[in-house]
């Protein structure tokens, strides 16, 4: 699949190359403490910092038509990673989106930019019909992201993906294009979000602090 170069203002994505790998490598070390509780990890294997054999992965799931890896820019550097990932077709015709953002490039409303242009190419370049964030609990950023940009909850999912070592529920956010007279980002930047989109029902976010050992007692 062609991974194009997307970009509003400063803001911008573009497809990631090996050659990325360094200075993608050098800021996942940096970000550490930062990104840590938040990266998906293997129950079956340690955390690796091998960036060229990722990149090389995401690539062939590119081009096998599954995903579409990019780049995050902010004035021409290098400011994090976003990924469309297990893009499906035909009846199915969805997608989800993973992103990272270094601690230095946060509050500069990177993170909306780029998801709100990475679904809309989804929605109107690649013609899929539905994409999905699915967000911890306790990620307060991310939470306000989907906010902002209108995705609509769905629900909380227990135990979802390994994350930091251990297995975390996900709060689940989507969009479908029947719901966008207008994308995403331009949607957003007129502040014409429908009331209520992104928000989490109370009784969600008390659930989502229940361990759930206790709550299959």
């Given at each position: 699949m062609f991974v194009p170069s997307l970009a509003d203002g400063a803001i911008a994505l573009r497809p990631i190359r090996i050659r990325d790998s360094k200075a993608l490598e050098n800021e996942l070390i940096a970000n550490r403490a930062w990104l840590r509780k938040w990266e998906a990890t293997s129950p079956n294997a340690p955390m690796s910092f091998d960036t060229r054999a990722s990149i090389r992965s995401l690539q062939q799931n590119a081009r096998?038509?599954?995903?579409?890896?990019?780049?995050?820019?902010?004035?021409?550097?290098?400011?994090?990673?976003?990924?469309?990932?297990?893009?499906?077709?035909?009846s199915v015709s969805s997608a989800?989106?993973?992103?990272?953002?270094?601690?230095?490039?946060?509050?500069?409303?990177?993170?909306?930019?780029v998801v709100a242009l990475a679904t809309d190419h989804c929605f109107y370049s690649v013609g899929l019909h539905r994409m999905e964030i699915c967000i911890r609990p306790e990620n307060a950023p991310s939470l306000r992201v989907v906010e902002k940009l209108g995705f609509r909850y769905e629900g909380l999912r227990?135990?979802?993906?390994?994350?930091?070592?251990?297995?975390?529920?996900?709060?689940?956010?989507?969009?479908?294009?029947e719901e966008l007279p207008v994308g995403v980002l331009r949607r957003w930047k007129e502040a014409s979000i429908p009331p209520g989109h992104g928000s989490v029902p109370e009784a969600d976010r008390l659930e989502a602090l229940t361990p759930i050992a206790t709550r299959l007692r």
């Open positions: 096998a038509g599954f995903g579409l890896p990019f780049v995050i820019e902010y004035n021409g550097e290098i400011a994090g990673q976003l990924n469309v990932s297990s893009i499906s077709y035909g989800s989106i993973g992103y990272w953002v270094a601690e230095r490039f946060a509050g500069l409303n990177i993170t909306p930019t227990r135990r979802y993906i390994h994350i930091n070592g251990d297995w975390r529920d996900h709060f689940c956010f989507a969009l479908v294009g």
